[in-house]
């Protein structure tokens, strides 16, 4: 199983970015969905997720980020509005099957001032 992200560069602050995660290979009864991201110097933190039908956010990115999912193209997504220079991070994907934990590589996103 390999998670492809993409999506990332450099945005103005109060811009958009549309982040992409290809899953190739046979995931097994996907539990979840998830993006997460780490800061320089700082821990990786939980983004967004979804979990059935469910979604959940991080407090400083609610109302501004949404996830979503493709079943058919195996492919979540997360669409950034508003971004902000402390969104700036890798953004990883992730995915949660019953028979282990996927994550992406990790793309880039750089919001300037």
């Known amino acids: 199983v390999q998670l492809q992200a993409s999506g990332g560069g450099l945005v103005q602050a109060g811009g958009s970015l549309k982040l992409s995660c290809v899953a190739s290979g046979n995931i097994v009864s996907v539990r979840a969905m998830g993006w997460y991201r780490q800061a320089p110097g700082k821990q990786r933190e939980v983004v967004a997720s979804?979990?059935?039908?469910?979604?959940s956010y991080g407090d400083s990115v609610k109302g501004r980020f949404t996830i979503s999912r493709d079943s058919a193209k195996n492919t979540v997504y997360l669409q950034m509005n508003s971004l902000k220079p402390e969104d700036t991070g890798v953004y990883y994907c992730?995915?949660?099957?019953?028979?282990?934990?996927?994550w992406g590589q990790g793309t880039q996103v750089t919001v300037s001032s």
């Open positions: 992730k995915v949660v099957g019953i028979l282990g934990s996927y």
């Open positions: 979804l979990n059935g039908g469910s979604t």
